[in-house]
């Protein structure tokens, strides 16, 4: 008899992969940048086509494993067509991986194709991968005009297309321009314009990620959700573990407001200052042309990208361009998370706040100024509506102006409450650590949690009902924003992280900041992080693990002045891909890899011919054929299932054996399989090379004694069946 081991699984994967933005459940999307070469990060599953590209806080990955085994490559490039000004042309190619083994792809409605390689269309309107060619591509054109159909409007509203998508725009007291103007526009001299996302379908018989750059053909920049036709100057500033890019087309440098040096510090305070996680790899802010008829002043859109209309000024606690800036702090808000009607004007509350409090901090505005602004909310219409009902908002600003005020209040209140320990920003990075959606009890409960009943209980009368607090004196405002709260550190402690119950070792590598690892997809990953009060007062630490500027989890233990600690968070990562994990100011570059990282190029076993119960000791030569590490969990399958779990770690090129040494109870033949390599062994009860040898029998006897034998066998285990 021979026992044959099944080895082929198809697993189905339906994806939205819109450009510019990176993949937890659908796929893991990560990319190199360059000027014009944009970084996307993770992506979510969808079932259709995007017309905007999905927002999450995931970030822009540091670098891409494109051509791996293990990931779905694709490559977005754009054109701009001058003698077609409202039109641009996107060409997608794809390097598919061995373990897909169907490919579908779905365009956006507006999309009009002119050209595919390796793609037939479908009854359904879709695009099939023939598989004839190893990198299909396909070439269409976009309108790239946009008003207030994308949901953009001047008061600044988070929006949504149905496809949990938020783009959010900024209109406020100082949006002169009206809600009908352009949000985004192509002239055939220059255009800012959205990167256009698709719908992908897999079939894939092991797990594969799906990562994306985005390029330029001609002049211009991107940040993988946005893009910029045109020539531009770009600067750009490493801060805080992120870099922000400033792109100032040629046709902005009259109307910018500021010197772009004088923009791009002011970017970088915002983003030393604010500490709520969240924290984007690559931060893209363009300054556009203010000679058009702009909707809002500003866009926050996709991941990490935005554009501010260039004569926004710096000097205004309006501050357009912290405002957008603050949106992509808020990881809350993304397409696998939320908010609800009830929590939707912590949004632009959020933004408003602390925009006018960065330029207030950083002397940008006087506190007569901040206090003026924040008091607007105490006005009609805007003191007449409830925050948690949005039908009661007779102007669409309210979030914006009541909001401001009330997040205000209820931050001074919980300075005071807990002597300076807590404070908004506490609140808002556990936000940003949250999953599903954001309910109005939620955030009230995190309130109380942070700064006890009477917060709690301001936070129920400001926000769900027409109550409105009083903006506070400059006095006031020194006894709450003046208290100190203790002094942490936190950092890595140790040189691996667990996943699947084995240890995966920290190395250095050329290239990439901090360590690297690799690990196995699907497994919880777990990192050891210390906590040190290093101040002289007693506290609540805020230790934080990021993911790719997503916090992930976190843990807030009460430390006394002079104490340290030290806590396992944890991470499921569940597409390959690569990541930058981040504790404190330190990094970790993890490569996530699927079995199929590890290629098993022998297989061996000795011996090969057994009697049952005798040990056979198999040996696998595994080896690491990529430019980055691999990571798999690898076991020996027999007919009765998996033998033996070997976790692999291979630095690039690195060859390793792995052994196992495995039994077989009753005769017949076996295969052994281990990645793509199998093998077969004999197992007889009496080989006939010993019977020949027994005194007193004959070949005949012996060949008549190994039948009975064989035929007992087979009635014993008929018997135990």
């Given at each position: 008899m021979k026992h044959l081991v099944p080895v082929l699984l198809i697993a189905i994967l339906v994806v939205s992969l819109p450009a510019g933005v990176a993949g937890?459940?659908?796929?893991?999307?990560?990319?190199?940048?360059?000027?014009?070469?944009?970084?996307?990060g993770p992506t979510q599953a969808t079932g259709g086509a995007s017309d905007v590209p999905i927002r999450n806080h995931l970030g822009a990955p540091a670098a891409s494993i494109g051509g791996s085994d293990d990931v779905l490559h694709r490559t977005t490039t754009l054109r701009q067509l001058p003698d077609r000004p409202g039109e641009f042309?996107?060409?997608?190619?794809?390097?598919?991986?061995d373990p897909v083994v169907s490919l579908e792809i779905d365009l956006e409605s507006r999309a009009t194709v002119v050209g595919a390689e390796g793609f037939e269309e479908t009854a359904d309107g879709t695009y099939r991968w023939t598989e004839v060619v190893d990198e299909p591509s396909i070439r269409f054109t976009m309108p790239a005009n946009r008003t207030g159909d994308v949901g953009h409007h001047a008061g600044g509203s988070a929006v949504g297309d149905g496809f949990g998508v938020s783009t959010f725009s900024h209109g406020g007291e100082s949006a002169a321009r009206g809600g009908d103007g352009y949000t985004f526009v192509e002239t055939g001299e220059w255009g800012i314009v959205r990167v256009p996302g698709i719908s992908v379908s897999l079939q894939q018989t092991s797990s594969v990620g799906v990562d994306e750059t985005v390029r330029i053909d001609g002049p211009g920049a991107t940040g993988g959700d946005l893009a910029f036709f045109g020539e531009v100057s770009e600067y750009e500033?490493?801060?805080?573990?992120?870099?922000?890019?400033?792109v100032v087309p040629e046709a902005a440098e009259a109307d910018l407001a500021a010197a772009p040096e004088t923009i791009l510090e002011t970017l970088a305070w915002g983003s030393e200052r604010l500490d709520v996680g969240a924290r984007s790899d690559d931060v893209f802010v363009v300054a556009v042309p203010a000679d058009l008829e702009w909707g809002p002043q500003?866009?926050?859109?996709?991941?990490?990208?935005?554009?501010?209309?260039?004569?926004?000024?710096?000097e205004h606690p309006a501050n357009v361009w912290l405002h957008e800036y603050v949106h992509v702090r808020q990881g809350y808000t993304g397409d696998d998370v939320?908010?609800?009607s009830?929590?939707?004007?912590?949004?632009?509350?959020q933004a408003e706040y602390y925009a006018a409090t960065l330029a207030f901090e950083k002397g940008l505005i006087e506190f007569d100024e901040f206090s003026r602004f924040l008091a607007g909310g105490e006005r009609s219409p805007y003191a007449d509506a409830a925050l948690a009902d949005p039908d009661t908002w007779t102007d669409d600003r309210t979030d914006y102006v009541k909001g401001r005020l009330v997040y205000g209040e209820l931050d001074r209140q919980l300075r005071l409450a807990t002597d300076g320990d807590r404070t908004a920003e506490d609140v808002f990075r556990v936000l940003n650590a949250g999953e599903g959606t954001l309910t109005g009890e939620a955030y009230l409960e995190l309130l109380e949690q942070a700064g006890g009943e009477t917060v709690r209980s301001a936070a129920e009368r400001y926000v769900r009902s027409d109550e409105t607090p009083t903006m506070w004196s400059q006095a006031d405002h020194a006894a709450a924003f003046d208290l100190q709260g203790a002094t942490f550190e936190y950092g890595l402690d140790g040189d691996a992280l667990a996943a699947g119950g084995e240890s995966w070792p920290l190395t250095e590598r050329d290239g990439h900041d901090g360590k690297t690892t690799a690990v196995p997809v699907d497994e919880p990953v777990s990192v050891p992080v210390r906590l040190d009060n290093v101040g002289d007062r007693d506290g609540t630490a805020d230790a934080t693990l990021e993911v790719d500027g997503r916090v992930v989890d976190y843990t807030q233990p009460h430390l006394e002045a002079g104490e340290e600690e030290t806590a396992n968070l944890t991470w499921t990562p569940d597409e390959p891909g690569e990541y930058t994990l981040r504790i404190g100011d330190e990094t970790v570059t993890v490569f996530v890899r699927s079995d199929a990282s590890v290629h098993v190029a022998d297989l061996d076993l000795e011996p090969t011919e057994v009697r049952p119960d005798e040990p056979v000791t198999a040996t696998a030569t595994v080896e690491n054929p990529d430019e980055v590490p691999a990571a798999a969990v690898l076991e020996f399958r027999t007919h009765e299932g998996g033998v033996g779990d070997h976790p692999v770690f291979l630095e690039p090129g690195e060859t390793a054996t792995i052994t196992e040494e495995l039994l077989f109870d009753a005769d017949g033949e076996y295969e052994v399989v281990i990645g793509e390599q199998s093998?077969?062994?004999?197992?007889?009860?009496?080989?006939?090379?010993?019977?020949?040898?027994?005194?007193g029998f004959g070949l005949a006897a012996a060949v008549l004694a190994l039948s009975v034998a064989l035929v007992a066998a087979r009635i014993d285990r008929a018997r135990r069946r």
């Open positions: 937890a459940a659908g796929g893991t999307v990560t990319d190199s940048s360059d000027h014009g070469v944009a970084p996307t042309e996107t060409e997608k190619t794809f390097d598919v991986p500033r490493p801060v805080a573990g992120e870099t922000i890019r400033l500003g866009v926050q859109y996709g991941d990490s990208d935005a554009w501010v209309v260039a004569d926004s000024p710096l939320g908010t609800t009830e929590t939707q004007w912590l949004v632009e509350a093998a077969t062994v004999v197992v007889q009860t009496t080989p006939p090379a010993e019977l020949e040898q027994v005194p």
